[in-house]
């Protein structure tokens, strides 16, 4: 009888143990289950379908090292969609003031005593709304990481930062790019911390909210624009295309594409305007969370002194050009031609930046 009674011991053991792996299985694949996705963190960051107003002040710390500097942000956002934004250095000056009414942008800046006004481009705007437009493209070109109640770690500055419930690192899939790390407000679906690292991975812009208050009271009044009598207005007029080929009848020149780009950047528009100078075309393109442009100029040409005043850069044997290392930014400027200005600007490698540039000149 001991027999029996042994095996049966045995196979309620096994039993129980069947039933713990399962259950173990059902616990492990719920967890996977509950994962968030980019979808879902496309999902979070649409505010198209949200209605909420909040009062904050964000600080912009960018630490490169020739421009070192840090930027109080006043931030009055009210639904349906307008923000606006006063921008302050912490050396004594006066505050630029940015209204976007969901249209249109309104600049005001002291320096020049004048107010801008121009179209509101999202592909270039806000880092929520290109992610949730350009989601595709940075798949493509970026290894996404997501972090649901990331771990405090040390902040870089002493200044207090409001805490994200979600953390998104986007690293580039090839080296000659930034890499950026977002926190989400999990509620609100609004991005409350931006981190991004140069090529060297070294930490170049900060942008953190230091305090938040979601749902205040906020009137019409508090998206007034107010500035000093005498100050200018002027709409910048833009057009924009969505190919080299729709925008050239309308360009006194012909348009002229670089032959090579980084490998992920696609165009995004074509921006066509006069200025006082003379006329100008903006080729903009994106590889989803990074951009380039290249700025052809048609104008009267200086002299020659002051062409050559600050050419730096060879080009080509004949054609040097004016080299800016902005930290994230890199600038280069030439004259390609008589009356023919070339601008390059993009958060990539100087060496990138220069095979374009080759590239224009060929």
């Not at 649409?46 to 209605?51: L, Q």
């Not at 437009?133 to 940075?138: E, K």
């Not at 050419?311 to 050009?321: P, Q, S, V, W």
Request: proline share 6%; with cysteine.
């Amino acid at each position: 009888m001991e027999q029996p009674c042994k095996r049966s011991k045995q196979w309620r053991r096994y039993w129980w143990l069947a039933i713990l792996v399962l259950l173990v299985g059902q616990v492990s694949l719920a967890g996977a289950e509950s994962a968030l996705q980019f979808d879902d963190i496309i999902t979070m960051l649409d505010h198209s379908g949200k209605e909420f107003n909040y009062l904050g002040t964000k600080f912009v710390i960018d630490y490169t090292a020739s421009r070192q500097s840090t930027t109080l942000v006043k931030v009055t956002y009210g639904a349906p969609g307008w923000q606006k934004k006063e921008v302050a250095p912490l050396q004594p000056g006066q505050s630029q003031i940015i209204l976007d009414d969901g249209k249109f942008l309104w600049h005001y800046i002291p320096s020049q005593a004048s107010v801008v006004k121009k179209k509101r481009r999202l592909s270039l705007g806000e880092i929520s709304d290109r992610i949730h437009l350009q989601n595709s493209l940075i798949q493509r070109n970026y290894h996404i990481t997501i972090e649901e109640s990331p771990p405090a770690k040390a902040d870089p500055t002493p200044l207090p930062a409001v805490p994200g419930d979600v953390r998104v690192a986007f690293q580039p899939k090839t080296g000659d790019r930034p890499s950026w790390t977002i926190w989400i407000e999990r509620e609100h679906g609004l991005v409350v911390r931006t981190e991004i690292y140069g090529i060297n991975g070294k930490l170049a812009l900060l942008s953190a909210f230091s305090d938040l208050t979601f749902e205040p009271k906020i009137s019409k009044k508090s998206f007034v624009m107010t500035v000093p009598k005498n100050t200018k207005m002027w709409t910048a007029v833009e057009k924009n295309y969505s190919s080299i080929e729709e925008a050239q009848p309308h360009v006194g020149f012909p348009i002229s594409p670089p032959a090579y780009l980084p490998e992920g950047f696609v165009l995004a528009s074509v921006i066509h305007s006069h200025t006082k100078r003379g006329e100008k075309v903006q080729l903009a393109y994106i590889d989803g969370m990074s951009s380039i442009s290249v700025f052809e100029e048609k104008r009267q040409a200086p002299s020659d002194a002051s062409a050559r005043a600050h050419a730096d850069t060879d080009l080509d044997e004949n054609i040097k050009g004016t080299f800016h290392d902005q930290g994230l930014l890199k600038i280069l400027r030439w004259r390609l031609n008589d009356d023919l200005y070339v601008t390059l600007v993009g958060e990539v490698a100087d060496s990138e930046l220069l095979k374009i540039a080759s590239s224009l000149i060929q």
